[in-house]
């Protein structure tokens, strides 16, 4: 079936009921942009690889340009869900397939566009399944530079590269943050690990604002450590995506020293949570930065 170009430089959409969202927005100044409730892409980091990238087809905007798989969001979705959707509908990015690292959002006030920065934890070999794609390519981060680039893309492109080696990892003392609350916790102290858990993996789903972690302006998706001891030793970790759970054989607090340390040899930005002041010194003396069991307690 021959491809008509759309009118207007229309993008394509999936087949079915058109979304709300898909629509112009018309600046103050006469420039347009797609996307009626803002619009969202994912940028995949593979470390093998490089990042995925999309060749626009010659007759959407800003065509026979490179970006990213991305498009309008739908009316009511996060900006996390619409990029993914994006890709999946742009590149056949599988769910699943990546893990988000950190959200950028270029807000102009009257539209906005949003990067999701995902890394691949599921390798997977992307398809055109969009006719707005005219190829799709792995690019090595040093050659992203040497393609002809959507204008916006460029634009965000070197802040984005500056920030794909930070890789934040927050670590939780789940002793002492679960016995900071006299909510019964010792009298079943694995069922209180197991809720601090289930609240973190509601929070790690959202993110945090960067402040938190003392990068600010961004959203970011660290991954998330807890370690247990004593009568909390062998919490059930199945299914558990987003949190690692962590048994300590002996003393949780030289567990977590030593996950610091095997973090920051690994260029790892560290955050442990704890109150227990001489927890706070070994770990600041590994590398790592400490806050409060207050701190993530708010945050839940």
Do not use: C, K
């Not at 056949?92 to 906005?112: F, I, K, N």
């Not at 590269?161 to 009298?187: E, F, I, M, Q, T």
């Not at 003392?214 to 059930?236: I, M, N, Y």
Request: glycine fraction near 10%; aromatic fraction near 6%; charged fraction near 25%.
């Amino acid at each position: 079936m021959t491809i008509e170009p759309p009118a207007f430089d229309e993008p394509r959409r999936p087949r079915g009921p058109r979304d709300p969202g898909d629509a112009w927005v018309v600046a103050p100044t006469g420039e347009r942009y797609w996307g009626r409730y803002g619009a969202a892409g994912l940028l995949a980091v593979d470390p093998d690889r490089g990042v995925l990238l999309q060749h626009r087809v010659s007759w959407s905007h800003h065509g026979d340009t490179w970006a990213l798989p991305g498009g309008a969001r739908h009316e009511g979705e996060s900006a996390v869900d619409g990029a993914l959707r994006e890709a999946q509908e742009e590149a056949g990015v599988p769910d699943g397939a990546t893990r988000p690292r950190l959200m950028q959002v270029l807000d102009l006030g009257y539209w906005s566009y949003a990067t999701l920065v995902a890394d691949v934890v599921e390798p997977f070999e992307a398809m055109i399944t969009d006719p707005e794609s005219r190829a799709l390519a792995w690019v090595p981060v040093t050659e992203v530079d040497d393609r002809p680039l959507h204008p916006g893309f460029a634009a965000s492109w070197p802040g984005l590269r500056a920030l794909l080696d930070v890789h934040p990892l927050v670590v939780v003392d789940a002793a002492n943050v679960v016995g900071s609350v006299p909510d019964g916790w010792w009298r079943d102290r694995a069922g209180a690990a197991t809720r601090l858990v289930s609240r973190i993996e509601a929070l790690s789903a959202v993110g945090m604002d960067g402040a938190l972690l003392g990068r600010a302006g961004d959203t970011w998706f660290p991954e998330w450590s807890v370690v247990v001891e004593g009568a909390a030793r062998g919490l059930d970790a199945t299914a558990r995506d987003s949190v690692d759970v962590v048994s300590a054989p002996a003393s949780g607090d030289d567990q977590i020293v030593d996950t610091v340390r095997d973090a920051r040899a690994h260029g790892r930005e560290v955050t442990v949570v704890t109150s227990d002041r001489g927890l706070v010194e070994r770990v600041t003396d590994a590398g790592a930065s400490a806050r409060g069991a207050r701190w993530l307690l708010d945050l839940l």
